[in-house]
């Protein structure tokens, strides 16, 4: 409608121009809340490439609120859609368990274990990060009550003695008189019998996988999940030296900056700190 005014318009919709000046104040607002949004998304992001929708809400919280912007859950998914921000889901990774029906097992004792607090029950398991120099392999023992990390090694070897460099580095952050169940697949690393007298041998009582079934270990697999789903450690990356900072910078993060929705959004540490 050329050469048509203000005054016009908002007598053809039957608005005042007071109505129409506030309306364009509003959305212009709003377009500068949704910049701003997105702005500290990235920021997240930047650390947390692929952290999900309600985490990202709660991380956003302190910011907004210093900003005095207000932002709910479908607001936050609508955004992020319109500007094709959403993660997608990303493909399963590489078998990393291998069995040896020689090797001893043990019964799982997780059926009847709730824990109550940190140190009394880890789960661990072993993860496959793809390089161009070739393969690592990532052990992960994490505390059933915090979910935090408490012990890692990326090893170029499936081994059992680089395995129990993470059980020994857990092991090592126990307070006196703390005896964790261990919890684990029946991989042939953590039924061998170097890996079960170490953990034996600092009071562990070990516990198994009665089926060979994920579900069974299915917290040492979310570990797992996370850190190749949200932090990206499962793309191919250029050489191991650089796989592993990107290990170490992700554990890092999980431990300390990711909030849990089963935690009530805590971290791993806080919760790891404070039941201590």
Same mark, same amino acid.
């Given at each position: 409608?050329?050469?048509?005014?203000?005054?016009? %318009? =908002?007598?053809?919709?039957?608005?005042?121009?007071?109505?129409?000046?506030?309306?364009?104040?509003?959305?212009?607002?709003?377009? $500068? *809340?949704?910049? /701003?949004?997105?702005?500290?998304?990235?920021?997240?992001?930047?650390?947390?490439?692929?952290?999900?929708?309600?985490? +990202?809400?709660?991380?956003?919280?302190?910011? $907004?609120?210093?900003?005095?912007?207000?932002?709910?859950?479908?607001? +936050?998914f609508?955004?992020?859609?319109?500007?094709?921000?959403?993660?997608?889901? /990303?493909?399963?990774?590489?078998?990393?368990?291998?069995?040896?029906? @020689?090797?001893?097992?043990f019964?799982?004792?997780?059926?009847?274990?709730?824990?109550?607090?940190?140190?009394?029950?880890?789960?661990?398991?072993?993860?496959?990060?793809?390089? *161009?120099?070739g393969?690592?392999?990532?052990?992960?023992?994490?505390?059933?009550?915090?979910?935090?990390?408490?012990?890692?090694?990326? @090893?170029?070897? +499936?081994?059992?003695?680089?395995?129990?460099?993470?059980l020994?580095?857990?092991?090592?952050?126990?307070?006196?008189?703390?005896?964790?169940?261990?919890?684990?697949?029946?991989? =042939?690393?953590?039924?061998?019998?170097?890996?079960?007298?170490?953990?034996?041998?600092?009071? %562990?009582?070990?516990?198994?996988?009665?089926?060979?079934?994920?579900?069974?270990?299915c917290?040492?697999?979310?570990?797992?999940?996370?850190? /190749?789903?949200?932090?990206? $450690?499962? $793309?191919?990356?250029?050489?191991?030296?650089?796989?592993?900072?990107a290990?170490?910078?992700?554990?890092? %993060?999980?431990?300390?900056?990711?909030?849990?929705?089963?935690?009530?959004?805590?971290?791993?540490?806080?919760?790891?700190?404070?039941?201590?």
């Amino acid at each position: 409608m050329k050469g048509c005014t203000i005054k016009g %318009l =908002c007598g053809l919709v039957r608005m005042s121009r007071q109505a129409y000046y506030k309306q364009e104040r509003v959305r212009e607002c709003r377009q $500068l *809340d949704e910049e /701003k949004i997105l702005e500290l998304v990235r920021g997240i992001r930047a650390l947390h490439p692929r952290i999900g929708g309600l985490k +990202l809400l709660e991380k956003l919280r302190p910011a $907004l609120l210093d900003a005095g912007i207000g932002l709910g859950r479908d607001r +936050l998914f609508d955004l992020l859609r319109s500007r094709q921000m959403l993660v997608a889901p /990303k493909k399963k990774s590489v078998r990393t368990t291998y069995y040896d029906s @020689a090797l001893p097992v043990f019964r799982n004792q997780l059926y009847e274990l709730a824990p109550s607090g940190v140190h009394q029950a880890w789960v661990a398991d072993i993860t496959y990060i793809d390089t *161009d120099q070739g393969p690592l392999y990532l052990t992960l023992l994490t505390d059933l009550y915090s979910r935090m990390i408490v012990g890692f090694n990326c @090893a170029e070897t +499936l081994v059992a003695a680089e395995s129990i460099e993470a059980l020994m580095m857990a092991i090592d952050q126990l307070p006196p008189g703390f005896y964790p169940t261990h919890h684990s697949d029946r991989g =042939c690393q953590f039924c061998s019998h170097e890996y079960v007298g170490t953990a034996q041998a600092a009071g %562990l009582s070990i516990s198994m996988t009665e089926q060979n079934h994920c579900y069974e270990n299915c917290y040492a697999e979310r570990v797992n999940g996370i850190l /190749k789903g949200e932090y990206n $450690l499962d $793309l191919r990356f250029r050489s191991k030296a650089q796989a592993r900072r990107a290990v170490a910078q992700a554990i890092e %993060l999980y431990n300390h900056d990711r909030p849990h929705l089963s935690l009530q959004m805590h971290t791993p540490a806080q919760i790891h700190q404070a039941a201590a």
